[in-house]
């Protein structure tokens, strides 16, 4: 993809959703943290409808410590591999308690030495929270970068690493929600919705999947 085509490309999401969000509910950086660690292998929705329990009665380290593991894994048991999770996030509470005083850290160096954060983790915690320029790299933008030709990659580092090389300054700080919202959406993985797709001119993918056809 040549930088003209990156950049008509990025207008175009940013003209069409000026404002993306993740699609996870927090009110608070933890409450943000616990969701990421609990979204691996889950959906947002799934994640959603535990936290609203779980958010009830634990929103802070110290309250998360206090409802205690099994107490947690009550609240989670419908996630993916709450056991392991739930280990994570009480070990997270008691780290951020005894290292940073409750508080989320802003720097990446401490984010990922939390139990159960990587550096996808990380990227999200920098960018919703702080308003950081990351792009934290998921099945869905791996996918997106190396289908449309944005910024191809063998793995998920290659791609972060030339996605923070070729996106545009101005679109970086969204350009993690809008490549994950396409990716979810619409540049699906069985089938791609090309026909309904608004960057079907600057994407290099062949052939363009058509609209089924009407029954």
Excluded at 11 to 19: G, H, I, M, S, V
Excluded at 189 to 202: H, I, N, T, V
């Amino acid at each position: 993809m040549t930088p003209a085509k990156r950049e008509a490309f990025f207008a175009k999401l940013a003209t069409a959703d000026p404002a993306p969000k993740t699609e996870l509910v927090w009110s608070t950086p933890f409450e943000l943290l616990i969701a990421v660690i609990l979204s691996a292998q889950a959906t947002d929705k799934s994640v959603n409808l535990a936290t609203a329990r779980l958010y009830a009665v634990a929103r802070t380290p110290e309250a998360m410590l206090t409802l205690g593991l099994a107490g947690l894994k009550s609240h989670i048991r419908t996630i993916g591999l709450y056991n392991a999770k739930a280990e994570n996030i009480i070990a997270t509470s008691r780290m951020l308690i005894e290292r940073h005083g409750g508080e989320v850290p802003r720097d990446r160096a401490s984010l990922e030495a939390l139990a159960g954060v990587g550096r996808k983790t990380a990227n999200v915690v920098l960018n919703c929270v702080f308003g950081e320029p990351m792009i934290a790299v998921d099945t869905h933008i791996f996918r997106v970068a190396n289908r449309t030709g944005l910024a191809p990659g063998a793995n998920v580092t290659a791609v972060e690493t030339k996605l923070l090389k070729v996106v545009p300054a101005g679109y970086r700080l969204h350009a993690h929600h809008w490549l994950i919202l396409l990716g979810r959406y619409t540049c699906k993985a069985r089938r791609p919705e090309c026909w309904r797709c608004l960057l079907s001119e600057e994407c290099a993918f062949r052939p363009k999947s058509a609209a089924p056809a009407a029954q």
